[in-house]
């Protein structure tokens, strides 16, 4: 069965910074694109950033834009997001999710359990 597995969440000090990783089995990431995910409390989720399938073309929502980067590595099965400058406002749970085409776009096939992350100030 294809999975997705996020790790990296934690409590960091405003101004810090993560890295996310979402790591797949029974699937190969290289035929998909890749979103990050995040939803906090009383929040609708929000898609925070994606990467096409080869990589070539990244998205950001413009909340994180120049403080998160999306990466990937396919070779390894992995996706990353760091997150740089981290501020009050990114505290939430964190998503990864795939969907079976090489672009981004609305619908994810297949979701992780997420992972948290708290910014304290």
């Known amino acids: 069965q294809p999975r997705l597995v996020e790790s990296g969440g934690g409590l960091v000090q405003s101004g810090g910074s993560l890295r996310l990783s979402c790591a797949a089995s029974?699937?190969?990431?290289?035929?998909?694109?890749i979103g990050w995910f995040r939803q906090a409390p009383g929040k609708e989720r929000e898609e925070v950033a994606c990467?096409?399938?080869?990589?070539?073309?990244?998205n950001y929502a413009n909340s994180v834009k120049g403080r998160f980067t999306i990466s990937r590595d396919n070779a390894k099965n992995m996706v990353y997001l760091q997150m740089n400058n981290l501020r009050s406002e990114d505290a939430a749970m964190y998503y990864c999710?795939?969907?079976?085409?090489?672009?981004?776009?609305?619908?994810?096939?297949?979701w992780g359990q997420g992972t948290q992350v708290t910014v304290s100030s």
């Open positions: 999710a795939a969907r079976s085409v090489p672009r981004c776009g609305t619908t994810y096939d297949v």
């Open positions: 029974g699937m190969n990431l290289a035929y998909y694109a």
């Open positions: 990467i096409s399938s080869g990589g070539s073309s990244r």
